[in-house]
């Protein structure tokens, strides 16, 4: 759905804001309507966590942030298997290793890893992430266990799936990313659309 989402998105801009894209390829990136075409036109890539480790541990390519299956993965290593490894085409990785994701993704049956994704694209690296939400209480349960948080703390969520639920997911698109991929734009502090500051916010 995420990826159909982005697809859409990049289309829209494509075909509706001509003349800005015209305006972001001469004078902010050389290529960008080519890289945005390739979004909306190539079929995804989709790997597993361990298959993207073993992809980036096989290159002669030396990372900033060393790589090992269990390590969240960096920038560099997403702007790799997008940019280099598959040549500008956007990827989805999943199956990510539950110790580095939240309490409430869905374990998978192999007991080591969870049911939660990412989309990678060229230049940006994550510009979506989503996840299948755990639906069994007892799982839930244990995995608090497991992270040492207070089950009393999370009483409201846990009922959520005491009182009922049923099998779901959600995944979330990082708008300045997005407006960021579509421009290209630099510094990703140009595309926050009003302006923030410590202790600006109301909530």
């Given at each position: ?170 995944f ?9 991929f ?6 990703i ?15």
């Open positions: 759905m995420d990826a159909f989402c982005i697809m859409w998105q990049v289309r829209h801009i494509l075909e509706n804001c001509k003349e800005d894209m015209e305006f972001f390829n001469t004078w902010i990136e050389k290529g960008i309507i080519d890289r945005l075409t390739d979004v909306a036109e190539k079929e995804f890539v989709q790997l597993t966590y361990t298959d993207a480790v073993e992809l980036l541990l096989k290159t002669n390519k030396k990372f900033e942030f060393p790589v090992a299956w269990g390590c969240d993965l960096q920038s560099e290593h997403e702007r790799y298997i997008t940019e280099e490894a598959f040549g500008g085409c956007p990827v989805i990785i999943r199956d990510y290793p539950k110790e580095i994701k939240a309490f409430y993704m869905r374990q998978n049956d192999d007991g080591k890893t969870v049911a939660a994704m990412d989309l990678l694209v060229p230049r940006i690296g994550e510009l979506v992430g989503g996840s299948q939400r755990e639906e069994r209480l007892g799982y839930l349960e244990d995995r608090l266990e497991e992270l040492k948080l207070n089950k009393e703390s999370y009483w409201w969520y846990l009922d959520l799936r005491r009182y009922g639920s049923v099998p779901h997911a959600g979330g698109v990082g708008f300045e990313r997005l407006v960021q579509a421009t290209g734009l630099e510094n502090r140009d595309t926050i659309p009003f302006p923030r500051s410590p202790g600006s916010a109301e909530f």
